[in-house]
């Protein structure tokens, strides 16, 4: 039997967990995909089709996976290259781009494309009410693809320039000192009534959304599964009658009551 030439990759986001966060774009790319290529958890979240193949990876290593995907769909196969939330966001977007400026001229000839999804700052976003309302940035706090100085010189500035800070990768067991710098940075650079959130599993049954200041906050309950987010110094915290709070970032800087 002879192969078929015409491969593909699409890269696709899965969302930050439940299956009504996955696009109707994104699910019919899984369907018709011959292969998914993506780390375990993802790769676990998928039911699997009839004749696709799952090549679920426990190796962190987004490039070699990047690559197989590559090498699949040079021969022709429709690969589907999965990643929580956005591929975009600190994902396995930019690690197939990497792959094909480094790799063979014919992987240029291929059919790519990158799928949207939602991050997990937009869910957790969502879920308190409109804290990116102003001005924010994204930051990821993992050092392991650049020094730790360079975090810490971006989360200064960041703090300065007063935008709502989103961090991903806030911590892990590898590293569970870097969040207390983090924060310690922070709380030299903005005052104690900053609104913080750690938001951790949106979406999912296990989900937690604490809303606090950067006074009172435990840097050390932050997990990989959680997105902090640190709010400017115009974002309010809302009570609610339960008890509960909405934050959000108001549209102008006017200064509210
Ligand atoms: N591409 C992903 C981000 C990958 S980095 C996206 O767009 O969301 C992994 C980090 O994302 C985690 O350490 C955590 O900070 C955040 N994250 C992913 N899913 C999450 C969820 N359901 N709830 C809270 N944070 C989440």
Same mark, same amino acid.
């Given at each position: 039997?002879?192969?078929p030439r +015409?491969?593909?990759?699409?890269v696709v986001g899965?969302?930050?967990g439940p299956? +009504?966060?996955? /696009?109707p774009?994104? %699910?019919?790319?899984?369907a018709?995909a /011959?292969?998914i290529?993506?780390? +375990?958890?993802?790769?676990?979240? &998928?039911v *699997?089709?009839?004749?696709q193949?799952? +090549?679920?990876s426990?190796?962190g290593?987004?490039l070699l !996976?990047?690559?197989?995907?590559l090498?699949?769909?040079? #021969?022709?196969?429709h690969?589907?290259? $999965?990643?929580g939330?956005?591929?975009g966001?600190f994902?396995?977007a930019?690690?197939v781009f990497e792959?094909i400026?480094?790799?063979?001229?014919?992987w240029?000839a291929l059919?790519?494309?990158? &799928?949207?999804g939602?991050t997990?700052m937009?869910? @957790?976003?969502a *879920?308190?009410?409109?804290?990116l309302?102003?001005? =924010?940035?994204?930051?990821?706090?993992?050092?392991?693809?650049?020094?730790?100085?360079?975090i810490e010189k971006?989360l200064?500035?960041? @703090? %300065?320039?007063?935008f $709502?800070?989103?961090?991903?990768?806030?911590?892990?067991?590898a590293r569970?000192?870097q969040i207390? !710098?983090a =924060?310690?940075?922070l709380? *030299?650079?903005r005052?104690?009534?900053?609104?913080?959130? =750690?938001?951790?599993?949106?979406? !999912?049954a296990?989900?937690?959304?604490r809303?606090? #200041? &950067?006074g009172d906050a435990?840097?050390g309950?932050?997990?990989?599964q959680?997105?902090v987010?640190i709010?400017a110094? /115009?974002?309010r915290?809302?009570?609610?009658?339960?008890g509960?709070h909405w934050?959000?970032?108001?549209r102008? &800087?006017r200064?509210?009551p």
């Open positions: 039997m002879s192969e +015409h491969g593909s990759l699409r899965l969302g930050p299956a +009504h966060w996955l /696009t774009e994104a %699910e019919r790319t899984l018709a /011959t292969d290529v993506g780390y +375990h958890s993802y790769v676990a979240r &998928l *699997r089709g009839a004749g193949t799952l +090549h679920a426990d190796n290593d987004e !996976r990047a690559q197989s995907a090498e699949l769909a040079a #021969t022709g196969a690969v589907a290259v $999965v990643s939330g956005d591929p966001v994902a396995m930019a690690a792959a400026e480094l790799g063979p001229l014919a240029r059919d790519v494309r990158v &799928l949207p939602v997990a937009l869910a @957790a976003a *879920r308190l009410g409109a804290p309302g102003n001005d =924010f940035c994204a930051l990821n706090l993992s050092d392991n693809l650049k020094p730790w100085s360079i971006r200064a500035l960041a @703090a %300065e320039a007063d $709502v800070i989103a961090l991903y990768n806030p911590a892990s067991r569970p000192e207390e !710098r =924060f310690a940075l709380r *030299r650079a005052s104690a009534s900053t609104v913080v959130v =750690f938001a951790r599993a949106v979406g !999912r296990d989900e937690q959304v809303v606090t #200041t &950067l435990d840097p309950s932050a997990d990989m959680t997105l987010i709010g110094s /115009t974002t915290a809302l009570e609610r009658s339960d509960e934050v959000y970032s108001p102008s &800087l200064a509210l």
